[in-house]
């Protein structure tokens, strides 16, 4: 399995463990989709799976046994709305803001997101406001994800911002990561003996060495390192501000505490445009800060 640094819970359901794994998949799919559409029709379930009309019936009349609270018939528009008891559910849980992000990435990973200035015969109502900058080749992609299966040294050619021209790195790979909109390899670098981020993009002719790595992931103590960063509403913003901040972000808390790998904090930083000095960085640019600096700044990019 290749390590990608993905924020993923895996929800448990009780009322479908004893159904087989192909059964599971489409009940979990289906929950997916009516969560966040409010609704299951066959016409629906054709156009996202390319199912028969007897197919799609079959799926959703088998959703509806183990669910039958769930959903109710609507004639007018002949689908299976969404009642609350599957938004009461995850509310009674608990469920974190986590969660949720996990379950909105698995929708949108199910029905797909267009560019805003695609054409589409599709009535969609999800549009991405620019297109995606840094998707990466699919071969560089391939290639890095095999030496990390495997375990293996890669031989790349490299470019950066530092050093422009196209040189020769021998990195020993152990994650993909995507941060923000862009995606980075995190490796040993043999170079400068320590642990480094590459920008997929900036990678050309990855090469596969018949040489095991020296380096695992167990040995990056930067990514092994969990750091707490701590977000507020930012202290110049009026007290009606914060409140729509704490509102959007937060929940109505206070602030909004989250865990981060020590080698992304500055990423997850840059992602949420947080101030890390309130002092020089101000409202409206800034609607956020860290909180908790002193522990966080050590990790940081240098600046």
């Not at 549009?127 to 990466?136: Q, V």
Request: charged share 25%; proline share 5%; with cysteine.
């Amino acid at each position: 399995m290749i390590p990608f640094y993905v924020s993923y819970i895996k929800m448990k359901d009780m009322s479908n463990q004893q159904l087989p794994i192909e059964n599971q998949s489409r009940v979990s799919l289906l929950k997916t989709l009516l969560k966040w559409e409010g609704r299951l029709n066959n016409g629906r379930l054709r156009e996202l799976f390319g199912l028969g009309g007897t197919r799609t019936s079959l799926w959703i009349r088998e959703f509806r046994d183990l669910h039958p609270a769930w959903t109710a018939w609507d004639t007018k528009t002949r689908s299976y709305h969404a009642t609350h008891h599957v938004y009461h559910d995850a509310n009674k849980r608990g469920a974190s803001s986590q969660e949720n992000v996990a379950s909105l990435t698995k929708y949108l990973s199910l029905v797909g997101i267009s560019h805003i200035t695609q054409a589409s015969q599709v009535r969609n109502p999800l549009w991405s406001a620019f297109p995606d900058l840094s998707a990466p080749p699919a071969e560089t992609f391939a290639r890095i994800s095999e030496a990390i299966r495997l375990g293996h040294a890669l031989e790349i050619s490299y470019r950066s911002m530092r050093e422009p021209v196209p040189h020769q790195r021998i990195i020993e790979p152990h994650s993909i990561v995507r941060a923000g909109r862009r995606w980075h390899v995190r490796a040993f670098c043999t170079k400068n003996q320590g642990f480094r981020d590459y920008a997929l993009g900036r990678i050309e002719h990855p090469k596969i060495l018949n040489v095991a790595a020296e380096h695992q992931v167990e040995d990056d103590v930067a990514w092994n390192t969990l750091v707490y960063v701590r977000l507020v509403a930012h202290p110049e913003l009026t007290q009606d501000q914060q409140s729509l901040v704490r509102f959007e972000y937060f929940q109505k808390t206070l602030s909004r505490m989250d865990t981060c790998r020590g080698a992304l904090v500055s990423y997850y930083v840059q992602d949420v445009r947080a101030a890390t000095d309130i002092k020089s960085q101000h409202p409206p640019e800034y609607q956020l800060a860290v909180e908790n600096i002193k522990e966080v700044r050590p990790w940081l990019f240098p600046g």
